[in-house]
Structures are given as C-alpha cells and as structure tokens.
C-alpha cells in the first residue's frame, strides 16, 4: 500500500512538474500581457476593439504603433542600461551619491522622452478618429483616476531630504 501512495505522489509530482515548465515555455505564466504589442491587452489593441476602428483606421493605428516602437526602443535600451548602472552604483560599498543622483536625473529625462512619445502617439491616433469615435474615447476618460497618487493608496508624505 506504501508503495503504491509513493508511486502515485511520483507520479502527480512529475506531472505537476511538466505543466508548469510546459506553461512557462509557453510565456502562461500568470503575469499581465501588456507586453503583447496589437493584442487585447494591449492599449492599443483594446481601444481598436471598443471604437469600433474601420479596417483602414486599424491599418493607419498598426503603421503608428510600429513607428513609435521603432523609435521607442533604442531609448528603453537605454533606460534599461541607465537602470542597471544605478543599480549597480548603490551596490558598491560606499556608494556616490552624486553619481547616483545624475544617473537618476538620466532615467527620469528617458522617462520623459518615452512619454512625450506615446503622447505624441495618441494626438497621431486621435486625428484618425471620427467625431462619434473622439467622444467615446473622452467619455471613456471620463471620471478615471489620475495616475501616480500615492499619497491617495495612504503612503504618507515623507517629506524633504536634509542633506
């Protein structure tokens, strides 16, 4: 009977094993699909389901997210590498704040070049959209919340650094 129970939990453990490495193999994984440039979840891709996009506004849509991922990447290539030498800046033993602070000012300043782009993006989209189309769109926007209050998910205020 033993053997039989340790057969068994092999077995299922095995199995278990081969769904979840087939899983991730397959990028199923659990995490969210933004990465998925065109697809459902991807902002774009939602908007082209819920505007109702004729197939020549899809196309033109298609032609501006390929532009801006073109000239997204080379600056989130950069970000990534900014990234990775702030990071390995505070890493040292006695890190330099000075240095830090400038490759944090650097991030930011890609940051805002990666914004400015997508924003950029979406007045090239807006000029697509018909009048029912640009008022759907603003009703969607309509009563959101804004982005970025962290003060609003109770974080207190920290306040101003001293030094």
Same mark, same amino acid.
């Not at 490495?21 to 908007?47: S, Y």
């Not at 082209?48 to 899809?58: G, V, Y």
């Not at 959209?129 to 759907?136: F, G, H, Y």
């Given at each position: 009977?033993?053997?039989?129970?340790?057969?068994?939990? *092999?077995?299922?453990?095995?199995?278990?094993?081969?769904?979840?490495?087939?899983?991730?193999? %397959?990028?199923?994984?659990?995490?969210?699909?933004?990465?998925?440039?065109?697809? $459902?979840?991807?902002? *774009?891709?939602?908007? *082209?389901?819920?505007? %109702?996009?004729?197939?020549?506004?899809?196309?033109?849509?298609? @032609?501006?997210?390929?532009?801006?991922? #073109?000239? #997204?990447?080379?600056?989130?290539?950069?970000?990534?590498?900014? $990234?990775?030498? /702030?990071? #390995? #800046?505070? @890493?040292?033993? @006695?890190?330099?704040?000075? @240095?830090?602070?400038?490759?944090?000012?650097?991030?930011?300043?890609?940051?805002?070049?990666?914004? /400015?782009?997508? *924003?950029?993006?979406?007045?090239?989209?807006?000029e697509l959209l018909t009048p029912t189309q640009r008022a759907e769109f603003s009703k969607?926007?309509?009563?959101?919340?804004?982005?970025?209050?962290?003060r609003d998910r109770g974080e207190r205020d920290r306040g101003e650094r001293t030094r």
């Amino acid at each position: 009977m033993k053997r039989k129970l340790m057969v068994t939990g *092999i077995v299922v453990g095995a199995a278990v094993l081969a769904l979840g490495t087939a899983a991730l193999a %397959n990028g199923h994984c659990g995490g969210d699909r933004r990465g998925e440039k065109g697809g $459902k979840h991807d902002g *774009i891709g939602r908007m *082209i389901e819920r505007l %109702n996009l004729t197939a020549d506004q899809q196309g033109k849509v298609g @032609k501006l997210q390929e532009e801006m991922a #073109a000239k #997204a990447k080379p600056l989130e290539q950069k970000l990534r590498d900014l $990234k990775g030498q /702030e990071h #390995a #800046a505070w @890493k040292s033993n @006695k890190p330099d704040e000075t @240095k830090v602070v400038a490759l944090h000012r650097q991030t930011l300043k890609v940051r805002g070049e990666l914004d /400015e782009l997508r *924003i950029a993006q979406r007045f090239d989209v807006w000029e697509l959209l018909t009048p029912t189309q640009r008022a759907e769109f603003s009703k969607r926007h309509e009563g959101r919340p804004e982005k970025g209050g962290k003060r609003d998910r109770g974080e207190r205020d920290r306040g101003e650094r001293t030094r």
